[in-house]
């Protein structure tokens, strides 16, 4: 059978008034610009791709058969030196719990100030209307700035430490769960609010009484989200100064031959943090949207 959908019979104008046409001219337009954006995505991979090869200080291509060595040699000094993981697992743990403190108090105040930016920005519930473009942007900006940058100009202005990671993670989850929260509270339904200003009651009990029970839910389910993508922002961030298992990593690779064991440590322990939380966060994500 001959599929029809590529288009009609040369020199045929399609009767839109027809379903069937209709449908057959949408189709062909909706393959025509999926061809067009495949043959621009291939484009741009290839550019990018030759670019990266042009500037970058090695062949890519010809150390591609090297990928494995140096995960292969740190594995091989770990499994040798696998009697002192125990204690090294133990000896990282600290640097850990300060990981984990350092997202958990990154997603609280991001999580305050993004709910902040969230009812300022939302159409039908901001207090000052004619700031809405205002809290929006903000939250754009917020967003967009990464996190590593931001951890820079505060260790540049602060010293090392945890509290510019904390800062820095902050800063960015404000902006992106302002974002969340702001999409969610759109979806309220309104009439609650309605019935509350029918009653007199002001612009917070209105979002205290009507919003907050109907968003609570997927709030708190972002916020959990978050704060699994914190934990590895914050070990990323050790990377530059901040504290945290991250920073630890950093000195073991930087000692290189004599120190991978503890590498390996450090992976295992952040690995498995991260699964306990993900598994963690999931469960109570299900039980807050869904009941279960």
């Not at 990671?165 to 309605?194: M, W």
Request: hydrophobic share 50%.
């Amino acid at each position: 059978m001959v599929d029809i959908t590529f288009g009609p019979e040369p020199g045929k104008r399609p009767d839109l008034n027809n379903p069937t046409e209709a449908y057959i001219h949408l189709a062909r337009r909706k393959r025509l610009y999926g061809f067009i954006l495949l043959i621009l995505f291939v484009a741009l991979m290839a550019s990018g791709f030759q670019i990266a090869q042009d500037r970058n200080a090695g062949d890519f291509l010809s150390g591609l058969h090297q990928l494995g060595a140096f995960p292969s040699e740190v594995l091989s000094e770990a499994w040798t030196n696998r009697a002192n993981l125990p204690a090294l697992l133990w000896q990282h743990l600290p640097s850990l719990i300060e990981t984990l403190n350092i997202a958990a108090a990154a997603t609280l105040l991001g999580g305050a100030f993004g709910a902040f930016l969230a009812l300022g920005s939302t159409r039908h519930l901001a207090r000052f209307p004619l700031l809405t473009p205002l809290f929006r942007r903000t939250a754009d900006i917020m967003r967009a700035i990464p996190e590593i940058v931001i951890a820079l100009v505060l260790i540049f202005i602060l010293g090392g430490g945890p509290v510019p990671a904390v800062l820095a993670i902050a800063f960015h989850t404000a902006g992106a769960l302002g974002k969340l929260f702001s999409e969610s509270a759109e979806n309220a339904d309104l009439k609650p609010v309605e019935g509350l200003t029918s009653t007199g009651a002001s612009w917070s009990q209105q979002i205290w009484l009507g919003i907050l029970p109907q968003v609570a839910p997927n709030w708190l389910s972002y916020a959990l989200l978050r704060f699994e993508i914190n934990i590895r922002a914050s070990a990323i961030l050790g990377f530059v100064g901040s504290g945290g298992i991250g920073y630890d990593l950093k000195l073991a690779m930087q000692w290189g031959g004599g120190k991978y064991d503890q590498v390996v440590a450090i992976f295992t322990l952040l690995f498995c943090a991260i699964v306990l939380f993900d598994q963690l966060s999931g469960y109570a994500r299900n039980r807050l949207v869904k009941g279960q």
